[in-house]
């Protein structure tokens, strides 16, 4: 789940009457004038995110926080292309000072600060503006929480497969400020060892059960949308009517002029149709993408192309059983304990079911998907979500999909109702409350907690719920996927719904 997510409401941006500003319904944040020009400019939503405050003053300059940057407004340089910059947030959120570096062979070195840049990360670097937007590299590449990552001076660069993204440092410099200022944070435990795991509870068993649900969650939006499968599968509209018969091998490909105005092209054939176009696997087949990576191509269910008002957009939606989706949920590496794949399982269960309950009960979202997959391809909502890998994370191993059948239909509850679970890389030492992060106080499950398995280690993530390493930690301490849920969630139940 990428960092402000859960506070959003992830509607489109809608411009005020004044064309120099636009608003971020996602975050009730604007962007204006010189710093709309400088977003608009130097990559927008794909580079930092949504703003998460309005302009401020801060120690003399106006400035304005994004989920991935600070824009720092420099009126001595009015009229140049560094009237607007970049805070050094790469700076002031590594919280450790980096050995320099030789010149390695085949990289790019600098000398200002002895450090090297190469491979992808420098071709993100040239094409998304170099030394003035991103500053000079602080540290080489290294890995961090499951990622490769590097410093720059106002940013970090994390590779995610084969897509390079700027870390959330707006959001994780929030998080710092907001935590060394609140008496509301748990005060720090010396180590592990002082840390005693909740009294078992057993698994409350909801009567009736309930059906297990499906859920619908976009993973690509464009004008044209493809799709090949490993099997046959045909194309229906949505009231069942048969379109087309596509074997393996062959590409079905969809365009849509409006919401009533689909067209397929598939085995040779067009047919026009009024309604949205799905696609139906036949046995085993697995549907793909051929546009999307190929570590997120692959898809269990039935793909539907849909257009929306709403984004304006052709959205290429996956509709599949929970369960199957919390099976392609890519935030995790293999060979982690099992009660951590069960903890993670129930914790990604219960993050899309409470957010589809809460989508769908919102009248102006009016998307036709519950969720985004969190990568590029689902703009205006990458990072919005879950990153979601489909079919392709069941091939990397087995430990997840163990994870969830072990803990199929869980969720976390609060007072009987599912309660959204925030969860992250890793904390400093203790857990964020939900008050302290994204303000207001009707997330009583979401306090504050010492965290002495990440003591001394920077905050990454927004801090809020329940983080990874730690959680990877506590499983290896012993501790059950419950009682590490019912930690880092307070005052929660596990109920199996279905």
Not at 215 to 237: C, E, M, Q, W
Not at 465 to 491: C, E, H, N
Request: hydrophobic share 40%; net charge negative; with cysteine.
């Amino acid at each position: 789940m990428r960092a402000a997510a859960l506070c959003a409401l992830l509607l489109p941006a809608t411009a005020h009457a004044a064309a120099d500003t636009m608003l971020f319904p996602q975050t009730n944040h604007s962007v204006s004038f010189g710093f709309k020009h400088f977003f608009d400019t130097r990559g927008g939503l794909d580079i930092f995110g949504y703003p998460t405050t309005e302009e401020i003053r801060e120690n003399g300059w106006t400035v304005q926080y994004f989920q991935r940057a600070r824009f720092e407004y420099h009126p001595e340089l009015a009229g140049t292309q560094y009237e607007v910059e970049l805070g050094l947030l790469g700076d002031l959120t590594a919280n450790q000072t980096f050995g320099k570096a030789s010149a390695a062979p085949g990289a790019r070195f600098y000398k200002e600060t002895s450090h090297n840049l190469s491979g992808p990360f420098l071709k993100f670097f040239d094409a998304r503006g170099g030394l003035d937007v991103f500053g000079y590299p602080t540290s080489e590449s290294f890995q961090r929480a499951g990622f490769t990552v590097q410093y720059f001076q106002r940013a970090r660069f994390e590779l995610h497969g084969s897509d390079v993204e700027l870390g959330l440092l707006g959001d994780e410099y929030l998080a710092q400020r907001a935590a060394a200022a609140s008496p509301s944070s748990a005060p720090p435990l010396a180590d592990a060892s002082q840390l005693t795991p909740p009294a078992p509870e057993p698994v409350v068993i909801a009567s009736p059960p309930q059906a297990a649900p499906a859920i619908r969650v976009a993973v690509f939006g464009g004008s044209t949308l493809n799709v090949t499968g490993s099997g046959p599968f045909t194309a229906v509209d949505t009231s069942g009517r048969q379109l087309a018969a596509i074997q393996p091998g062959q590409t079905a490909s969809v365009t849509a002029a409006g919401p009533g105005s689909y067209m397929l092209n598939a085995a040779g054939q067009s047919a026009g149709s009024a309604l949205p176009i799905r696609f139906m696997p036949s046995g085993g087949t697995i549907l793909s993408d051929p546009d999307l990576p190929s570590y997120a191509r692959d898809f269990r269910g039935v793909l539907e192309a849909s257009f929306s008002t709403k984004s304006n957009k052709l959205w290429l939606i996956d509709e599949l059983p929970l369960e199957d989706y919390v099976k392609g949920i890519g935030e995790e590496p293999e060979g982690l304990p099992a009660e951590a794949y069960k903890a993670l399982a129930v914790a990604y269960r219960t993050y899309a079911l409470a957010t589809q309950q809460r989508h769908r009960a919102d009248a102006a979202w009016g998307e036709p998907f519950d969720l985004g997959s969190s990568t590029n391809a689902v703009q205006p909502y990458a990072g919005a979500n879950q990153i979601y890998a489909g079919y392709h994370r069941e091939t990397l191993g087995p430990l997840l999909t163990q994870g969830e059948q072990a803990t199929a239909g869980q969720v976390v509850t609060y007072n009987g109702a599912v309660a959204i679970t925030p969860y992250y890389s890793q904390s400093d030492g203790h857990t964020r409350s939900w008050a302290e992060v994204w303000h207001g106080n009707d997330h009583p499950w979401l306090v504050s907690v010492p965290d002495p398995d990440s003591n001394g280690k920077p905050l990454l993530g927004h801090g809020v719920g329940m983080p990874l390493r730690s959680t990877v930690k506590r499983a290896a301490a012993g501790w059950s996927y419950d009682q590490i849920l019912r930690y880092f969630y307070t005052g929660v139940r596990i109920t199996k719904l279905y």
